[in-house]
Every structure is written in C-alpha cells, then in structure tokens.
C-alpha cells in the first residue's frame, strides 16, 4: 500500500486491478514519476526473466523492442480479407463449449451478473471485489452499433453453467491524427475454479477472431497486470466522501496524528453544489455537450472520438449507472463545463457490517469558463448527495491539478493501458491519455 503524502490521511486500498509483481521487491512507489514506476517495473519483469508465452506470440509491443526507434507508430500487421478470417470458433477444452450472452435476455444478463460478482477483479488482500450491476453491465455492453456476437460466455457442456466470459464493443479511438476503429476489450473473467488453465488466451483468440470478422482489426483494454506493453500506466487516487465507513472497512487508515472527528471534519462537503447554473445533464444538451467534449478531447494524444449518438449513450445520466452535470451559464445560457462519473459498487467481503462500497469513478470533465477544482468540487458534493462512499479518480487528463487540492489521496492500484495491433513507441504520460474503460 502506499502512504499517501497529501492531505489525505493514511493511504488507500483500490478495489480493482493491483499489479501482480511481488511486493516485496518494491520500495513504495510515492515520489516516482509514473513513467519511472513503469519503466522500473518493466525492468523488473525483464529481470525476473517473465515470459508471456501468449502475449509473446500476439501483434502487440514487446518488451524486446522497448527504445527501438526504428520500428513505426501504427498498426503491427495489416488487415487480411474477411474470408482468411478463420471461420470458426477457436478449440475449447471437452467439458466446455461457447456461448453467446445476450444480455437482452434477463436470464443471461442474471447469469453474467453472478459470474463477475463471485469471480470477478478484487484487491491483493480480497476485501473488496468489483461488482458491477445488472444495469451497468447492459449499459457498458450495448453502445451505439454493438455486436451481440463480442459478448462471448464459455459454459460446462453438462450442466449449463457459465463459467468464462469476454467482451468486446465498438469504438473509434483517435491517437494522433489517426482515428481508428477498435474493440474495447472489457470484463475478461474466469471462475476462480479454472484458472490458471490457459483458459484466458483461448477466450481473447476468439474475442479477436470475431472482431476481425466484422474487419475490425485494433483494440484498446486495460489490465491491473503488466503485459507487454503498457502505453500508459495511471494511478487510482481516492477522496473519502464517508471517511468513516472507509475506515471501518480497511478501505483506508486513520492517519498519523488524526482522530476519527477530526478526519471527518478534513472531509466535510457543503450541502449543496456552488457553481451558478450547475445542473443534471439532458437529453437536449447531447449537441452542445458533443461539442464541448470533441474539442477537450483533441488535446489527448489517445481519445474517444465521440459523435452525439455515443455521447447520448456514454453520458446521458442514467440511474445508478452514469451521473452527468454540466454548467449552463445563467446568463447566455451557454454550456460551458461538463463532468461526469460512473457507479461501481464493490462487494466489502467478510465485514460484519457492511456489504457494499458505493464508489463513484470520475469519467469525461471538462472545464472551459469554472476551474477545473471547483467544477469537480461539486461533483464531489453531487455524490455525496447520492450517498457515494468514496469517489475515484485516474491522474489521466487533467485531473492531477486537482487531485491533491480536492483531498483525494494515492490508491495502490495502477491501471495498465494497452492497445492490440497498434504501437505507441514512445509511450504516453497520463496527463497524455484522454481515455477512460469502465
Ligand atoms: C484474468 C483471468 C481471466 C486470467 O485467467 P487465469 O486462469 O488466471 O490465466 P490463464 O491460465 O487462463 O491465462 C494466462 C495468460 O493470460 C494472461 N492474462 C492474465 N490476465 C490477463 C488480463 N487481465 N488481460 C490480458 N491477459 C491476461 C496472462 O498474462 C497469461 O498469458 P502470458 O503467458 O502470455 O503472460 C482470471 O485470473 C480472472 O478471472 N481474474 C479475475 C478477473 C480479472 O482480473 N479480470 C481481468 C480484468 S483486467
């Protein structure tokens, strides 16, 4: 875990992807720039001689090639016709076959839910799992020109039980000039009585395969594991919204010298949100929010590249999925700053007294006439009117100059970003990335 140097007392357990390297080889991260704890981390691997015997043998930036500058920015290999496209499903072991989960159907949807509640991502020391619900699961898996056939379940031939799951959605993603047609790869679970049986690499084959086949032939993923190789690595960092029931669940720790009252007080919010014209977004504001998105997301070197039927669909609030605000300027009746976050509860695992962690992971913002801290202030106030436990935030984009400002403190999770067929050489600071998977 590693102790925070902000305002934020004690540190901060993320409950998602940690990376997977011993610990104990480490010296605490803190002071280290992200591209330094990357690099060191790489090293490391090298080091330890870690082989990725699938990874190794897929179109992605390998470790070996990390500083040659003669190899091109762009995509690894080149399309292939639709027909050399192998035709059907990749080889399953026997007691397992494939199936495809449509999460129209209510019954697929519960079965897809229980897989990730049950064996889905959790911290190192298993006290919180993700669990992402029904609702947002739909959400995150039927964007504007979706495939039904990306969402691929592995079930037993003889009892029916699903047991593996993958999934990929559309997406264009613009690096540099260059604006590409991608899957977003997501949600790559396997029940934790079959891991570690190569199962993985056979699921992210087939994933592949049948992107290619709709002549898709990039994707973007995120992983808490280092995989050859990383565009970027970002940083979860965490603002207590409810700081003692975060204590109390060993989400985080009082800090030196605090008592529970006064670390309380550290975090107290106003009622109500500050900002004149501050209000929930609507279905009417989809153009203008369009607008105002596209031109933030143009200083990025790896962004969406969002039109008005993804905007509706990725920011448009939704009840306990997706909360979005937006400043509309009392006098012109402008829309000049915009922010947004998304709901992921985590399960608390074994607390006598608390199940759920109501977490509020800050997505898309945009700030051109409030300060970028006072905006994200009331998104802050806007979640803990909705009883949000803690609110979370990656130090991608513009966001670390809030961060410390705002109270939030450094999680231990990292976040890998990693793009399929398409290679970055010079890697990305995360000030560079203007993306964000659920
Ligand atoms: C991630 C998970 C599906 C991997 O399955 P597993 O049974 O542990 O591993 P398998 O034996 O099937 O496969 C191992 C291969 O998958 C790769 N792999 C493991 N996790 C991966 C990930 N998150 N993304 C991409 N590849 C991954 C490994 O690097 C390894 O390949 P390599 O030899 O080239 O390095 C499984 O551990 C799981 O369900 N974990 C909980 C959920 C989770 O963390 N999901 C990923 C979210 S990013």
Redesign the pocket.
């Known amino acids: 875990m590693v102790v925070s140097d902000s305002p934020s007392p004690g540190g901060h357990r993320t409950p998602g992807?940690d990376p997977k390297l011993p610990s104990d080889t480490h010296p605490p991260l803190g002071g280290a720039t992200e591209a330094e704890a990357l690099s060191r981390q790489v090293q490391d691997s090298l080091v330890l001689g870690?082989?990725?015997?699938?990874?190794?043998?897929?179109p992605v930036g390998q470790f070996k090639d990390l500083g040659d500058t003669s190899l091109p920015d762009g995509p690894i290999e080149p399309p292939t016709p639709r027909s050399d496209v192998k035709q059907d499903p990749y080889n399953l072991p026997a007691p397992y076959e494939w199936t495809t989960c449509d999460m129209d159907d209510e019954q697929t949807c519960d079965e897809v839910y229980g897989l990730l509640a049950l064996?889905?991502?959790?911290d190192d020391d298993s006290l919180f799992r993700f669990n992402y619900t029904k609702e947002f699961l739909c959400w995150a898996l039927r964007p504007p020109g979706y495939f039904k056939a990306w969402h691929i379940g592995v079930r037993v031939k003889a009892t029916k039980k699903l047991v593996?799951f993958?999934t990929g959605v559309p997406a264009r993603i613009r690096i540099r000039d260059d604006v590409v047609r991608m899957a977003e790869i997501?949600?790559?679970?396997?029940?934790?009585k079959?891991?570690?049986?190569?199962?993985?690499?056979?699921?992210?084959k087939e994933v592949t395969r049948r992107v290619h086949l709709e002549n898709i032939w990039q994707a973007a993923?995120?992983?808490?594991?280092i995989?050859?190789t990383p565009i970027t690595t970002s940083r979860y960092w965490h603002r207590s919204l409810n700081p003692k029931k975060l204590i109390d669940v060993q989400f985080s720790r009082l800090g030196a010298r605090m008592t529970m009252s006064r670390t309380i007080k550290l975090y107290k919010l106003p009622e109500s949100t500050v900002t004149p014209g501050f209000r929930k977004m609507e279905l009417r504001d989809v153009p203008p929010v369009t607008r105002l998105l596209r031109k933030y997301l143009s200083k990025f070197v790896v962004a969406p590249d969002f039109d008005e039927d993804d905007v509706e669909h990725w920011l448009l609030p939704r009840e306990n999925v997706i909360n979005s605000y937006l400043v509309e300027s009392p006098e012109t009746h402008d829309i000049t700053d915009f922010c947004s976050f998304y709901t992921l509860p985590s399960s608390i695992l074994n607390n006598p007294n608390y199940t759920v962690l109501k977490s509020a992971y800050s997505y898309y913002n945009v700030a051109t006439a409030t300060p970028l801290p006072q905006l994200m202030n009331d998104a802050l106030i806007a979640a803990k009117q909705q009883d949000f436990d803690v609110f979370n935030a990656l130090d991608a984009m513009e966001n670390e100059t809030f961060l410390k400002e705002l109270k939030f403190g450094p999680g231990d999770g990292h976040l890998h970003y990693?793009l399929y067929n398409y290679r970055v050489r010079n890697g990305l600071k995360p000030s560079e990335l203007g993306l964000v998977l659920l």
């Not at 997501?186 to 934790?192: A, E, M, P």
């Not at 993923?221 to 594991?225: D, E, F, K, P, S």
């Open positions: 992807p870690t082989r990725h015997r699938f990874w190794e043998t897929q064996n889905y991502v959790e593996a993958i997501n949600f790559l679970c396997v029940h934790k079959l891991r570690s049986k190569r199962l993985a690499p056979v699921m992210i993923y995120t992983a808490g594991v995989l050859p990693y």
